[in-house]
Structure formats: structure tokens, C-alpha cells
Antibody, heavy 120, light 107 residues
Framework: EVQLVQSGAELKKPGESLKISCKGSGYIFPNNWVAWVRQMPGKGLEWMGLIYPGDSDTRYSPSFQGQVTISADKSINTAFLQWSSLKASDTAMYYC?????????????WGQGTMVTVSS | DIVLTQSPGTLSLSPGERATLSCRASQSVNSNYLAWYQQKPGQAPRLLIFGASSRATGIPDRFSGSESGTDFTLTINRLEPEDFAVYYCQHYGGSWPFGQGTRVEIK
């Protein structure tokens, strides 16, 4: 079964750092882009960026460029999303998703989501 | 940047009725790069349609997509109880913006 499994919920304080993960299985992980999508409470979906694990080519949404870092380790079939200094406004559900193919494509498989809460 | 505007914001319908959801792009887009997703409360989104009109694996044929220029439509024929959810359109192909969503609720 093709799936993406994300790391668990996080409760952090403003200013702290965080790295969440997304592990793929059931397919050749390096061969599909992996995206990160934010959903703030009660709001819609926002694409943050994508990475191609095969060569680490990374594309960021202008809205998130410089705010987060996307990385991947193809040896362990895992993509990461990290923050160096969290803000309360980073409180949201974060989903990873893979593209259908090895090119720019729709997102056919989604992780279960990681809830990040930033509160003092 | 491409902006996708969905309408209406909320659609109130009864089971068995037809739902027609609209997604308008701010500029000409390649229709091969338009997708629709369904999201139910507490769940991750699910891909319904890609390439504007191709159904994803396992999607019932009551879901269909079409396009006319910069306007894209998702039609759900004969709404089932499980179809009441929020629907998003998305363009892909270098950037991956989503529309703001349309909620289909039970009337």
C-alpha cells in the first residue's frame, strides 16, 4: 500500500525550533515530488513548497520562502519541514502529499497530517 | 501568480440533487494542470479529478470535471450523504495554488 505517515502532534513555544517528518512507503520514494500544505484552523489549503527527493530540487511558495525549510533524506524515504523560530501564527495542521508522477502533478497520496500548536 | 476563485462559498443541497462548483483562474492556464480535491472534517484532502476532467483512482463516476477557457467546473450528480464536504480546486505546474474552497452542505 502506498502511504505517507507523518510524525505526531507538537506543542511548542514561540521562538522554539521544530522539524516534522513525512515517511513514504509502498513506492519508489525518490521518484515523486513531496509537497507540504498548511491548513490553519477553520481555513483552506495553502501550498508551502515541494521537494524532489531524488535530487533535492526544492520549490517554495513565495508566501513561505524564507519562513520554513523543506528537506528530504532519500536513504530513509523521509521528507521534512522545519522552522527555526516558531510564531503563534504557525499554529496549523500540516499535510505532506506526493505528486502522481515524477513531474509537476496533482497530489494523489496524502499523509494524515501533523498538528502544530505554538503557544506560550 | 495564478489566483483561483471558487464559487459559491457554500452550496446547500439535498441528497440526490446535482452540485455544480465553479473555479475561475485569474489568467489563462493549461487545463491539463487543474485538479479538484474533497476534504471531510478531520481528514486529509482526497484527489478527485486531475487534468481538469480525469477521475482519480477509485472515484465514482458521479464526479465529473470540465473546463471552458479559464472557468473550471466540478459536477457531482445525485449527491450521496458522503459527498457533503469541502471541495478545493488547484492548479499545478510550477506553482500549486488552491482555491479558497466550496462547502457543500445538507439543506
Amino acid at each position: 500500500e502506498v502511504q505517507l505517515v507523518q510524525s505526531g502532534a507538537e506543542l511548542k513555544k514561540p521562538g522554539e525550533s521544530l522539524k516534522i517528518s513525512c515517511k513514504g512507503s509502498g513506492y519508489i520514494f525518490p521518484n515523486n515530488w513531496v509537497a507540504w500544505v498548511r491548513q490553519m484552523p477553520g481555513k483552506g489549503l495553502e501550498w508551502m513548497g515541494l521537494i524532489y527527493p531524488g535530487d533535492s530540487d526544492t520549490r517554495y511558495s513565495p508566501s513561505f520562502q524564507g519562513q520554513v525549510t523543506i528537506s528530504a533524506d532519500k536513504s530513509i524515504n523521509t521528507a521534512f519541514l522545519q522552522w527555526s523560530s516558531l510564531k503563534a501564527s504557525d499554529t496549523a495542521m500540516y499535510y505532506c502529499a506526493r505528486t502522481q508522477s515524477n513531474s509537476f502533478d496533482a497530489f494523489d497520496i496524502w499523509g494524515q497530517g501533523t498538528m502544530v500548536t505554538v503557544s506560550s | 501568480d495564478i489566483v483561483l476563485t471558487q464559487s459559491p462559498g457554500t452550496l446547500s443541497l439535498s441528497p440526490g440533487e446535482r452540485a455544480t462548483l465553479s473555479c475561475r483562474a485569474s489568467q489563462s492556464v493549461n487545463s491539463n494542470y487543474l485538479a479538484w480535491y474533497q476534504q471531510k472534517p478531520g481528514q486529509a484532502p482526497r484527489l478527485l479529478i486531475f487534468g481538469a476532467s480525469s477521475r482519480a483512482t477509485g472515484i465514482p463516476d458521479r464526479f465529473s470535471g470540465s473546463e471552458s477557457g479559464t472557468d473550471f467546473t466540478l459536477t457531482i450528480n445525485r449527491l450521496e450523504p458522503e459527498d457533503f464536504a469541502v471541495y478545493y480546486c488547484q492548479h499545478y505546474g510550477g506553482s500549486w495554488p488552491f482555491g479558497q474552497g466550496t462547502r457543500v452542505e445538507i439543506k
